[in-house]
């Protein structure tokens, strides 16, 4: 998405330990009129695939997922990365360790939302070694739900989570995909 990578040029930060920072339109502050000609992207992409909801993790996450559902016109459901009172009856869970954050969390999704009609687009901001995606992967697989594919705002194409997933067989889609960054540079691949 040539408009996406435009934006990173001109309003993203590289930041130390490979961090893009999109705060000003993606995770942080939302552009919601641009955030939903991405929604729009993405429904183009699967709009024969007979997805039934978009799943996500929260948070940077939702916002994203919440555009390509609302052009799909479908639910969109997000994993919690810790289980809450408000939640009750049985949950699908995944262990996935943030690569921003450095933390493990236990991903849990209530399986009253995931069932095994589902046919499952995931939906992230950001792909870089692919262990959320992996996360989520195992929760749709556990529900007995089709996981379709997955599609990342942005992927670290140089850190290969998206690339490992391809090779194992897995539809996975970048509306940009930034194939090296430098402390003043962001280069796509295409």
Same mark, same amino acid.
């Given at each position: 998405m040539k408009a996406l990578e435009e934006k990173i040029?001109?309003? #993203? %930060?590289?930041?130390?330990? &490979?961090?893009? $920072?999109? #705060?000003?339109?993606? &995770? @942080? @502050?939302? /552009?919601?009129? !641009?955030?939903?000609?991405? *929604?729009k992207e993405i429904a183009r992409l699967y709009e024969n695939d007979g997805i039934t909801k978009v799943l996500t993790i929260e948070a940077s996450g939702i916002a994203i997922a919440l555009a390509a559902a609302a052009q799909m016109n479908v639910p969109m459901l997000f994993a919690k990365k810790t289980q809450s009172l408000n939640q009750s009856g049985e949950i699908y869970t995944a262990k996935v360790k943030s690569y921003t954050h450095g933390k493990v969390y236990d991903i849990v999704v209530p399986k009253e939302y995931?069932?095994? #009609?589902?046919?499952?687009?995931?939906? /992230?901001? !950001?792909?870089?070694? *692919? &262990? =959320?995606?992996? *996360?989520?992967? $195992?929760?749709?697989?556990? =529900? *007995?739900? %089709? !996981?379709?594919g997955c599609v990342a705002a942005i992927e670290k194409g140089f850190q290969h989570g998206g690339d490992k997933l391809r090779e194992e067989g897995y539809r996975v889609d970048a509306l940009a995909l930034v194939d090296e960054m430098t402390d003043d540079t962001v280069t796509f691949r295409h």
């Open positions: 040029l001109k309003e #993203g %930060t590289v930041l130390p330990g &490979n961090i893009l $920072k999109v #705060g000003s339109f993606l &995770n @942080q @502050q939302i /552009d919601a009129a !641009f955030l939903m000609e991405m *929604g995931l069932l095994p #009609g589902d046919r499952i687009l995931i939906v /992230d901001d !950001f792909l870089a070694v *692919g &262990n =959320a995606l992996r *996360g989520l992967i $195992k929760i749709c697989e556990d =529900a *007995g739900a %089709t !996981f379709v």
